[in-house]
């Protein structure tokens, strides 16, 4: 037995026929991954296609007959949702939620994140546990109890209930992620920073959130989405002055029907922010949730 | 800032001096208070405000102990909700995460791996609202409006090539009969005779595009020939009964020749004039000749997805659209950090890839696996936007879920902040053990 064989399979060349087969797979591969890929496109273009089909069209017909009839395209829909000053209140309304509650999670979070990652305190490792068991804490046990809360401080109904809301339950995975990542920064950066005689806040705005950002991007474009997308707080706290754009949606659902220009137009304008910070920040996005995604 | 410098030089934080302490307690206090406040009075607080209000009733007036927590799993609405729930939890979870690793695992060699994951992961951005439009868009019931309906039909369309005329009946006066959808003679035919079928009742436009202009024929021995022919002339005028030009013959028609002890004795299908020969038969017989109730009923019919029986199952898929990706970007970014010496150790072995995948890559994979499936459970039980949007309201009670019943008693014109409470405890306690297992892992994590 020479030494060739006795390696046996190490050494082996594939046949003829193993090759086919692998390519054949594959192919296989491929052409599954593709159709998968169709049917998970489906659903949206199917969206911005009955978005551009006047209503009328879109009563008789499907969103696919515009592929025979592309004299059906017409920009009319959003034309009139950008003309009506409930949508054009709402969209100012998500934005006027989503900026403030981003920076506020953001700056709260991370100034608790580095204090338990860097500062000596009593109970340090039991807060942290509380802030890790509220990770998971359902948004509905706080509903009830909020909306009595902000209606004695006359809040209910504003801008500001939500995000006081949002930014309460967006803290605690805020404060995990950038603590976790805190606690990374080498002990030496620290040391040299107070050996040189920077104060708490010098290192903090200085060292760490400089070294932190990409971790503070992650979590801004998540905590942004998040509060973007949200329809249930909303929906609860706001009224028809200070509702964003989900909210004004969801109020045409009743008739499907014959709102479909205005929900499949509405729905669609809601999703291009976010599609836009998706695809530009994307490496974030999921950074954020590879780094402990529990909401 | 002076202050800040004065303070005694490399003070590691664990042996900081006696005289920084208030100092010290006023710094950390000033970086933590922030989040204590906003943790203990918007969440804390409230849960604790919410397992109390629970015990009380809708007013809140009056202590009645356990009595809603009863309520909610005697009631039919709230129960429906809970089972609603627990299917979910079963169902979503798992389904995202064997897509998820399938996902995966396939898309490691792929040459357009990037653009598969973003067209997959898409979804994750956009809202729940958004996704609900989609989905009750797509699963309409008419198969003119809903794609998978129209899918649907397309596809059985290929599958049966008769054509069909729901709504035809006979021309009265012409010998034949309309009985529970069968359109037959009156008497028997005997073969070598010549059966015309003029019917009415079909709208011009749905006439199929290869009718011709009706078309006479004769009939052989032991044949029994005819025309099945819309007795209609568009714009009007021309004979009843009689084959005329401008009358469209009806293709795609089965005609049967039934002899008397009710067997079919032939068949035939008619061409694009309308006409039939239907050959073979006993010159001796007479038979009835008749146009089955297939010609006529409603054709293929598209599926009532939002309907009570499907509306979980559409909007779990609606679920698993959106919550794919986010499986197969965890598991992903496993694989990718993962040690592959023992796969390739194995396959000098001689393993199979099957038995790779299943024996060595699945067991490495399982802290990611356990991480996505938990993230899930928690995600599927407090599931409201989709739920809310997708049903109808003939179907909103088969979808209930208890986010949703939640908000409906407490806001939704339910009126019974009590009962509300209860279901927002129920989902509290459904996650502990998930809170649990997160603070397990961490502890771990540390102790490493």
């Given at each position: 037995?020479?030494?060739?064989?006795?390696?046996?399979?190490?050494?082996?060349?594939?046949?003829?026929?193993?090759?086919?087969?692998?390519?054949?797979?594959?192919?296989?591969?491929?052409?599954?991954?593709?159709?998968?890929?169709?049917?998970?496109?489906?659903?949206?273009?199917?969206?911005?296609?009955?978005?551009?089909?006047?209503?009328?069209?879109?009563?008789?017909?499907?969103?696919?007959?515009?592929?025979?009839?592309?004299?059906?395209?017409?920009?009319?829909?959003?034309?009139?949702?950008?003309?009506?000053?409930?949508?054009?209140?709402?969209?100012?309304?998500?934005?006027?939620?989503?900026?403030?509650?981003?920076?506020?999670?953001?700056?709260?979070?991370?100034?608790?994140?580095?204090?338990?990652?860097?500062?000596?305190?009593?109970?340090?490792?039991?807060?942290?546990?509380?802030?890790?068991?509220?990770?998971?804490?359902?948004?509905?046990?706080?509903?009830?109890?909020?909306?009595?809360?902000?209606?004695?401080?006359?809040?209910?109904?504003?801008?500001?209930?939500?995000?006081?809301?949002?930014?309460?339950?967006?803290?605690?995975?805020?404060?995990?992620?950038?603590?976790?990542?805190?606690?990374?920064?080498?002990?030496?950066?620290?040391?040299?920073?107070?050996?040189?005689?920077?104060?708490?806040?010098?290192?903090?705005?200085?060292?760490?959130?400089?070294?932190?950002?990409?971790?503070?991007?992650?979590?801004?474009?998540?905590?942004?989405?998040?509060?973007?997308?949200?329809?249930?707080?909303?929906?609860?706290?706001?009224?028809?002055?200070?509702?964003?754009?989900?909210?004004?949606?969801?109020?045409?659902?009743?008739?499907?029907?014959?709102?479909?220009?205005?929900?499949?137009?509405?729905?669609?304008?809601?999703?291009?922010?976010?599609?836009?910070?998706?695809?530009?920040?994307?490496?974030?996005?999921?950074?954020?949730?590879?780094?402990?995604?529990?909401? | 800032?002076?202050?800040?410098?004065?303070?005694?030089?490399?003070?590691?934080?664990?042996?900081?001096?006696?005289?920084?302490?208030?100092?010290?307690?006023?710094?950390?206090?000033?970086?933590?208070?922030?989040?204590?406040?906003?943790?203990?009075?918007?969440?804390?607080?409230?849960?604790?405000?919410?397992?109390?209000?629970?015990?009380?009733?809708?007013?809140?007036?009056?202590?009645?102990?356990?009595?809603?927590?009863?309520?909610?799993?005697?009631?039919?609405?709230?129960?429906?909700?809970?089972?609603?729930?627990?299917?979910?939890?079963?169902?979503?979870?798992?389904?995202?995460?064997?897509?998820?690793l399938i996902?995966a695992v396939?898309?490691e060699?792929?040459?357009?791996?990037?653009?598969?994951?973003?067209?997959?992961?898409?979804?994750?951005?956009?809202?729940?609202?958004?996704?609900?439009?989609?989905?009750?868009?797509?699963?309409?019931?008419?198969?003119?409006?809903?794609?998978?309906?129209?899918?649907?039909?397309?596809?059985?369309?290929?599958?049966?090539?008769?054509?069909?005329?729901?709504?035809?009946?006979?021309?009265?006066?012409?010998?034949?009969?309309?009985?529970?959808?069968?359109?037959?003679?009156?008497?028997?035919?005997?073969?070598?005779?010549?059966?015309?079928?003029?019917?009415?009742?079909?709208?011009?436009?749905?006439?199929?595009?290869?009718?011709?202009?009706?078309?006479?024929?004769?009939?052989?021995?032991?044949?029994?020939?005819?025309?099945?022919?819309?007795?209609?002339?568009?714009?009007?005028?021309?004979?009843?009964?009689?084959?005329?030009?401008?009358?469209?013959?009806?293709?795609?028609?089965?005609?049967?020749?039934?002899?008397?002890?009710?067997?079919?004795?032939?068949?035939?299908?008619?061409?694009?004039?309308?006409?039939?020969?239907?050959?073979?038969?006993?010159?001796?017989?007479?038979?009835?000749?008749?146009?089955?109730?297939?010609?006529?009923?409603?054709?293929?019919?598209?599926?009532?997805?939002?309907?009570?029986?499907?509306?979980?199952?559409?909007?779990?898929?609606?679920?698993?659209?959106?919550?794919?990706?986010?499986?197969?970007?965890?598991i992903?970014?496993g694989l990718s950090?993962m040690d592959r010496?023992l796969q390739e150790?194995a396959r000098?072995?001689?393993a199979?890839e099957w038995k790779v995948f299943t024996k060595i890559t699945v067991p490495l994979l399982t802290?990611v696996l356990?991480?996505?499936?938990?993230?899930?459970?928690?995600?599927?039980?407090?599931?409201?936007?989709?739920?809310?949007?997708?049903?109808?309201?003939?179907?909103?009670?088969?979808?209930?879920?208890?986010?949703?019943?939640?908000?409906?008693?407490?806001?939704?014109?339910?009126?019974?902040?009590?009962?509300?409470?209860?279901?927002?405890?129920?989902?509290?306690?459904?996650?502990?053990?998930?809170?649990?297992?997160?603070?397990?892992?961490?502890?771990?994590?540390?102790?490493?």
């Amino acid at each position: 037995m020479t030494s060739a064989e006795a390696l046996g399979i190490v050494t082996r060349k594939k046949t003829l026929a193993e090759r086919i087969l692998d390519g054949l797979g594959s192919t296989v591969v491929n052409i599954v991954l593709l159709i998968v890929a169709l049917f998970w496109l489906v659903p949206s273009v199917g969206l911005f296609l009955t978005s551009l089909r006047s209503a009328g069209d879109n009563a008789e017909s499907g969103w696919w007959t515009i592929f025979t009839k592309p004299a059906e395209i017409t920009i009319q829909n959003y034309a009139n949702l950008l003309q009506n000053p409930d949508i054009t209140g709402s969209i100012w309304n998500t934005i006027v939620i989503s900026v403030p509650t981003t920076i506020l999670v953001v700056l709260i979070g991370s100034l608790a994140g580095y204090a338990f990652a860097w500062m000596q305190f009593p109970g340090r490792d039991w807060l942290l546990i509380v802030v890790i068991v509220l990770l998971a804490v359902p948004i509905q046990v706080a509903i009830i109890p909020l909306a009595q809360l902000f209606g004695a401080l006359g809040i209910f109904g504003s801008v500001l209930g939500v995000i006081l809301f949002h930014t309460a339950f967006g803290l605690p995975f805020a404060i995990f992620l950038l603590r976790n990542f805190f606690t990374e920064v080498p002990g030496e950066l620290i040391e040299a920073a107070r050996i040189d005689g920077a104060g708490e806040w010098r290192i903090f705005f200085r060292v760490m959130l400089p070294l932190a950002m990409p971790a503070v991007a992650s979590l801004a474009i998540f905590q942004f989405l998040w509060t973007w997308n949200d329809m249930l707080v909303a929906l609860i706290f706001t009224n028809s002055e200070s509702m964003p754009l989900t909210v004004a949606i969801q109020s045409q659902l009743r008739q499907f029907g014959s709102n479909i220009d205005v929900l499949s137009a509405g729905a669609f304008l809601s999703m291009i922010v976010p599609l836009i910070v998706f695809f530009a920040f994307q490496r974030y996005f999921v950074q954020a949730m590879l780094a402990g995604s529990q909401k | 800032m002076t202050a800040v410098a004065a303070a005694p030089p490399a003070p590691a934080p664990e042996h900081a001096p006696e005289r920084g302490g208030w100092r010290r307690f006023a710094i950390t206090a000033a970086f933590l208070s922030p989040a204590l406040v906003f943790l203990g009075a918007f969440v804390l607080y409230p849960i604790v405000y919410t397992v109390v209000r629970s015990l009380f009733d809708r007013t809140g007036g009056r202590f009645v102990g356990f009595d809603n927590y009863v309520t909610m799993f005697t009631n039919d609405t709230t129960f429906t909700a809970i089972r609603n729930n627990v299917i979910w939890v079963i169902v979503a979870p798992a389904a995202c995460t064997i897509l998820g690793l399938i996902f995966a695992v396939l898309i490691e060699k792929l040459a357009w791996k990037t653009a598969f994951r973003l067209i997959i992961f898409m979804p994750m951005a956009i809202s729940m609202l958004a996704a609900g439009v989609i989905f009750r868009g797509l699963f309409q019931e008419n198969p003119n409006l809903g794609a998978v309906n129209a899918a649907i039909v397309a596809v059985q369309g290929w599958f049966s090539d008769d054509a069909n005329y729901p709504g035809a009946g006979p021309r009265e006066g012409t010998g034949i009969v309309a009985d529970r959808g069968v359109i037959s003679t009156e008497s028997a035919v005997e073969p070598g005779s010549v059966q015309n079928f003029p019917l009415t009742g079909i709208r011009q436009s749905n006439l199929p595009e290869e009718a011709t202009d009706a078309v006479e024929v004769e009939a052989g021995d032991g044949e029994i020939a005819g025309t099945v022919f819309l007795d209609v002339i568009r714009g009007g005028g021309g004979t009843n009964g009689e084959i005329e030009d401008g009358k469209s013959g009806l293709p795609g028609i089965r005609v049967d020749a039934v002899a008397p002890d009710g067997s079919i004795a032939g068949f035939a299908t008619t061409g694009a004039g309308g006409e039939y020969t239907i050959t073979g038969l006993d010159a001796g017989q007479s038979y009835t000749v008749a146009l089955p109730a297939s010609n006529f009923d409603e054709g293929a019919q598209g599926v009532s997805w939002l309907s009570a029986s499907f509306i979980n199952a559409v909007v779990i898929l609606s679920y698993i659209w959106i919550w794919a990706g986010f499986a197969m970007v965890m598991i992903a970014s496993g694989l990718s950090a993962m040690d592959r010496s023992l796969q390739e150790a194995a396959r000098m072995d001689g393993a199979s890839e099957w038995k790779v995948f299943t024996k060595i890559t699945v067991p490495l994979l399982t802290p990611v696996l356990i991480v996505v499936f938990v993230t899930l459970i928690i995600n599927v039980l407090k599931i409201f936007d989709l739920v809310y949007v997708i049903p109808p309201g003939a179907s909103k009670p088969a979808a209930n879920v208890i986010a949703v019943e939640m908000w409906t008693q407490s806001f939704g014109g339910g009126n019974n902040q009590g009962l509300g409470s209860a279901l927002a405890i129920l989902l509290l306690v459904l996650v502990l053990p998930s809170m649990i297992m997160n603070v397990r892992r961490f502890r771990q994590e540390k102790a490493r």
